[in-house]
C-alpha cells in the first residue's frame, strides 16, 4: 500500500507475527477431548458426552452458503465438523438460538442459549481459565491439568460448560447467564505448521531478525508450536502470557522484552504495548494483524502488515503492506526483495555520481596540465543522456546479492554513501578522470587530429565497464553471475554500438564534431577501461577478501 515500506523492510529488526494462518497451515482437525465424567446423566436426560457433541454443533459461529457449504474461521468449522460426525442424522433444529453472547478477545468466550422443549439450554466455549471461572471449583485443578496435557502436544484447546434455565432466565444479564455453569470437557484441535514457516524462521534468523509469535493460544500451546517452529531455540528465550504482560511497567517490560519470543493469550490491545517496547529499545519492528482492534498496533510499527485473506478493511487501511496469502514465508521474501531495492538502490548511486565525478574531474585536470577542453557540450549531454541512463535504469534488475539474507538489518538512519560508497564514488571518479586525460596527452603528442573523439569513446566505455564491475558491491562479477542480469548486458551492448554510430555514421558526425577512429584507437580507447574494471574487482578483493570469492564465513 505504501511504496517507502519496501524499502525500510530492510531496517527490520523485529517481526511480530500472529500464529494462526501465518505461521500454520490454519487447517483445524479435530484431534481429541476429555470430558469430566462422560457417562454421568445430566437433568435433561443427556449424558455429558452427548451434550458436549451438541455443544459443539450449537455453540458455533459458521454460516451456510447458497451452496450449502459451511464458510467461517477454521477452528469452528472444525469443531462442527465433528460434533456432526459424533451426532448422526439427529435432527438439532429444535434445539434453536434465541441468544448469543458472541467472543471477544477480553472475555474469551462466547455463549449461545438454545430453547429445548420448556426450558433452555445454555451452553459456553471458550478458554479454559475464562470458562473454569464459571463452574464448580472443585475440579479446577483436574480440568486445568488436563488442559494442560493437551497443550504440551500443541493442540488449541477451547472449555465448554452448560447449565439450564427455565422460562424468563434466559433474558437474565450476561453475569448471570453465565453463572453457575457446570463443566462438560476440553475440546483439543491441530493446526500444523506450514512447511515453509521453519525454513522461513532461519533465515529470518541468518539475516539478523527475531521472530516473535504473538497468539491468543493457551501458553503451553504456543510453546509447543514455537520449539517446533524453532522461535524458542533455548533457555533464553522466554514465553509471556498477557496477564504477565499486563503486570509489568513499560521500563519493566523493556528491561525483558528483546527475550520474550513467545507471547500468549495476548489481546490485540496488546500488541501496541509489544511494539511500543521494542521500539523503545531501537529496534525496527514489523507486526502482523487481521482484526479490527489490531489497527493501533498496525499503525504504530514500522511496517504493519495486514492480512489479505483473513483480514479485516480497518487493518487494511491501517497497514502500510498487505499480505495476499497471510503466509510469514512470503515476509521474509518481502525483506529479501526490500534489501534487494536498497542495494540496487545504492548502486544506482555509485555508478551515476561516480560516472559525473569522472566527468568533472576529466574537464578540471585537463586545463591544469596544460591541455585544451577535452570534451564538447554535446558530448556531456550524450554521456549524462545515454551512456548513463540506460545501463543505469537496468541496474534496477540486478539480482540480490550473495550475502543478502546472512548479514545484519540495515539501520534506519545509515547514509546512502556508508560502507564505502562515498569513497568508491571519489578515488574511481579521480580515476576515470586520469585515464580520460592521459589517453587526450597521448593523442595529441602523437599528432593525432582527432583526440577530442578518442577522449569522448574512452570516457563512455569506461562508464560502461565501470556498471559491469559495480553489479556486486563485494562479489567479483565471475561469481556474481556474468548474464545474471541480461537487460543490463542489452543495454550496454546497445550503448556501444550507438557510441560507434557516433564515430562512424557521417551524418552522426556532423552533429557530435567525431570523427572516425582506426582500430588501433578505439584498441587504446578501450585500455582504460578494463583498467577501471580491473580496479575496481581489486577493491572487493581488498574490502571482502573471501567474500569476494564467494567464500561464506
Not at 458455533?60 to 459451511?70: A, S, V
Not at 485473506?309 to 526490500?338: C, P, R, W, Y
Request: glycine fraction near 6%; hydrophobic fraction near 40%.
Amino acid at each position: 500500500r505504501k511504496l517507502p515500506a519496501v524499502e525500510t523492510l530492510g531496517s527490520v529488526t523485529y517481526i511480530c507475527t500472529d500464529k494462526t494462518g501465518t505461521l500454520t497451515q490454519n487447517k483445524m482437525t479435530f484431534q481429541q477431548s476429555w470430558l469430566l465424567d462422560k457417562d454421568r446423566k445430566t437433568e435433561e436426560e443427556f449424558t455429558v458426552e452427548q451434550l458436549f457433541h451438541l455443544a459443539l454443533l450449537l455453540n458455533q459461529d459458521t454460516h451456510q452458503n447458497e451452496k450449502g457449504e459451511r464458510t467461517g474461521d477454521a477452528t469452528e468449522l472444525a469443531l462442527v465438523e465433528y460434533g456432526k460426525q459424533q451426532i448422526g442424522d439427529r435432527d438439532i433444529s429444535i434445539f434453536s438460538r434465541v441468544h448469543e453472547l458472541p467472543f471477544d478477545s477480553e472475555r474469551k468466550m462466547m455463549t449461545t442459549v438454545h430453547r429445548y422443549k420448556e426450558r433452555y439450554l445454555v451452553f459456553v466455549k471458550g478458554a479454559t481459565e475464562s470458562v473454569v471461572s464459571l463452574v464448580d471449583q472443585k475440579e479446577k485443578e483436574t480440568i486445568l491439568n488436563e488442559t494442560e496435557k493437551l497443550a504440551e502436544q500443541g493442540m488449541r484447546v477451547l472449555a465448554y460448560a452448560y447449565k439450564v434455565v427455565n422460562e424468563g432466565e434466559q433474558q437474565q444479564s450476561n453475569e448471570e447467564l453465565e453463572s453457575n455453569m457446570t463443566f462438560l470437557g476440553i475440546a483439543g484441535l491441530i493446526d500444523p505448521p506450514r512447511k515453509e514457516a521453519m525454513e522461513a524462521i532461519n533465515h529470518c534468523r541468518q539475516a539478523g531478525i527475531v521472530p516473535v509469535m504473538i497468539t491468543g493460544d493457551y501458553p503451553k500451546t504456543a510453546q509447543k508450536i514455537a520449539k517446533d517452529l524453532g522461535i524458542l531455540r533455548d533457555e533464553t528465550d522466554q514465553a509471556m502470557t498477557g496477564e504477565e504482560l499486563s503486570a509489568l511497567t513499560p521500563e519493566q517490560l523493556q528491561d525483558r522484552v528483546e527475550h520474550i519470543k513467545v507471547y500468549a493469550r495476548v489481546s490485540p490491545e496488546q500488541k501496541l504495548t509489544i511494539v511500543t517496547a521494542l521500539q523503545a529499545k531501537g529496534h525496527y519492528v514489523a507486526m502482523t494483524g487481521d482484526g479490527v482492534n489490531d489497527a493501533p498496533s498496525l499503525r504504530k510499527a514500522n511496517i504493519g502488515i495486514a492480512m489479505g485473506i483473513t483480514g479485516t478493511e480497518v487493518s487494511k487501511q491501517a497497514a502500510h503492506m498487505i499480505l495476499l496469502d497471510d503466509n510469514f514465508s512470503t515476509i521474509i521474501n518481502a525483506v529479501e526483495e526490500g534489501r534487494r531495492v536498497f542495494d540496487n538502490i545504492r548502486k544506482f548511486i555509485r555508478y551515476i555520481m561516480t560516472g559525473n565525478a569522472g566527468e568533472i574531474w576529466t574537464i578540471l585536470l585537463a586545463p591544469l596540465l596544460g591541455l585544451p577542453i577535452p570534451l564538447l557540450p554535446i558530448h556531456i549531454l550524450w554521456v549524462n543522456l545515454v551512456t548513463d541512463g540506460l545501463p543505469a535504469l537496468a541496474l534496477a534488475n540486478e539480482p540480490a546479492e550473495q550475502n543478502n539474507m546472512n548479514r545484519p538489518p540495515r539501520s534506519p538512519s545509515e547514509s546512502i554513501f556508508a560502507h564505502g560508497v562515498g569513497i568508491h564514488i571519489l578515488w574511481v571518479g579521480l580515476l576515470i578522470g586520469l585515464m580520460c586525460v592521459g589517453v587526450q596527452y597521448y593523442a595529441i603528442q602523437n599528432d593525432k587530429d582527432h583526440w577530442q573523439t578518442m577522449v569522448f569513446c574512452t570516457l563512455s566505455f569506461t562508464q560502461l565497464f565501470h556498471v559491469f564491475a559495480i553489479r556486486s558491491e563485494s562479489t567479483l562479477i565471475i561469481r556474481h553471475g556474468l548474464w545474471s542480469n541480461l537487460p543490463l548486458l542489452f543495454c550496454i551492448a546497445i550503448t556501444i554500438i550507438a557510441q560507434l554510430a557516433l564515430v562512424y555514421l557521417p551524418f552522426m558526425q556532423d552533429i557530435f564534431k567525431t570523427k572516425a577512429l582506426t582500430l588501433l584507437e578505439i584498441g587504446i580507447c578501450f585500455i582504460p577501461p578494463v583498467l577501471v574494471f580491473l580496479a575496481v574487482e581489486a577493491e572487493k578483493i581488498i574490502t571482502y577478501k573471501g567474500k569476494a570469492f564467494g567464500i561464506k564465513k
